[in-house]
């Protein structure tokens, strides 16, 4: 396997989206370790926290009718940090957007600021 790619469409036994949204307590979903394809970081190291999640915030707080109702919840990795929006659901298409446009342009966005960072962001987007 090269360098950079990504371990998780090598299992036989998964699907691909189902590798990616598997949770734990602080998953690595990068390069495939010794413990399979995952990494589990100790439960008392320091993680260095970006500014992905206000960015990300303001975006869709200013899209949506119901500001108070966003959440963004972090699920931190060695090289990828899943973030999870949950929006009401009347606010669901909103975010969306036609075709996707609005979660594509937030996707980019993202995808801009993380190269600055090193890190690699995925986005899910979740009804309340």
């Known amino acids: 396997m090269a360098r950079g790619d990504f371990a998780i469409f090598e299992d036989r036994d998964r699907t691909s989206a189902q590798a990616v949204s598997d949770r734990g ?5 990068d390069r495939r370790g010794p413990s399979g394809g995952r990494t589990v970081r100790p439960s008392g190291a320091e993680v260095k926290r970006g500014p992905m999640k206000p960015l990300i915030m303001a975006i ?3 899209l949506v ?3 108070e109702e966003v959440q963004i919840t972090e ?5 990828v940090h899943l973030l999870e929006l949950r929006v009401a659901k009347e606010d669901l298409g909103k975010v969306i957007g036609k075709n996707g446009a609005h979660a594509t342009a937030i996707r980019t966005i993202m995808a801009a600021a993380g190269g600055k960072e090193k890190k690699r962001y ?3 987007i979740l009804e309340n």
């Open 25 to 29: 307590d602080r998953l690595s979903l």
């Open 60 to 62: 869709v707080q200013s």
């Open 65 to 67: 009718d119901r500001p």
């Open 75 to 79: 699920v931190v990795g060695e090289h």
């Open 122 to 124: 995925i986005l899910e």
